[in-house]
């Protein structure tokens, strides 16, 4: 059975920052891509950042180039989403993501799905 865990969310002021973790278990087939895609009340889902099990390479939304920071622990499954200088409107549940090309991540067409973990960033 595939599992993605997410954990690392919280309350942070703007400013601050946070680290998501995303446990990966169960895969019985490569998937393309990995990451990290948030939902805020009201807002239209947004691809944050993935990661390319290829080659590593990585792509960040426009909104947060420069603040935020994937990574993967391929010995542990596991991926990160280090997010510095956090706004206000970052808030949102951070959910990780596996897909299983670029046109599927485009397209949020995700393969499987976390739980999701709350990020809340106050002003």
């Known amino acids: 059975e595939v599992q993605l865990v997410e954990s690392g969310g919280g309350l942070v002021q703007a400013g601050g920052s946070l680290r998501l973790s995303c446990a990966a278990s169960?895969?019985?087939?490569?998937?393309?891509?990995i990451g990290w895609v948030r939902q805020a009340p009201g807002k239209e889902r947004e691809g944050v950042s993935c990661?390319?099990?290829?080659?590593?390479?990585?792509y960040y939304a426009d909104s947060v180039k420069g603040r935020f920071t994937i990574s993967s622990d391929n010995a542990k499954n596991t991926v990160y989403l280090q997010m510095n200088s956090l706004k206000p409107e970052d808030t949102a549940v951070y959910y990780c993501a596996t897909a299983r090309s670029w046109r599927s991540w485009s397209a949020y067409e995700y393969d499987y799905w976390g739980q999701g973990t709350q990020v809340t960033v106050s002003s």
């Open positions: 990661i390319k099990n290829i080659d590593g390479s990585t």
């Open positions: 169960g895969f019985t087939k490569e998937y393309y891509a």
